[in-house]
């Protein structure tokens, strides 16, 4: 795994745990998101996770990269 920052490992988490809080709107409230973090930041750790591989956006959503784990 790539060194990603907290907020990136923190929603790549969520993404993992509820795969069904697929937008940054939703992502933000995931248990493994801490308090405090904005859709902005989210926003800005998905990009960080397209990047490394581990996202891909879908029609549905944000999803887990096929491969990513």
């Not at 923190?10 to 809080?21: D, F, G």
């Not at 800005?44 to 990269?65: F, M, N, Q, S």
């Amino acid at each position: 795994m790539s060194e990603l920052s907290e907020i990136a490992t923190a929603v790549l988490e969520s993404l993992r745990e509820q795969p069904t809080l697929n937008t940054p709107s939703l992502i933000v409230t995931g248990a493994s998101v801490p308090d405090g973090v904005d859709k902005a930041e989210v926003e800005r750790a998905l990009a960080e996770l397209v990047a490394a591989g581990y996202v891909k956006h879908r029609a549905t959503g944000w999803k887990i990269a096929p491969g990513a784990g």
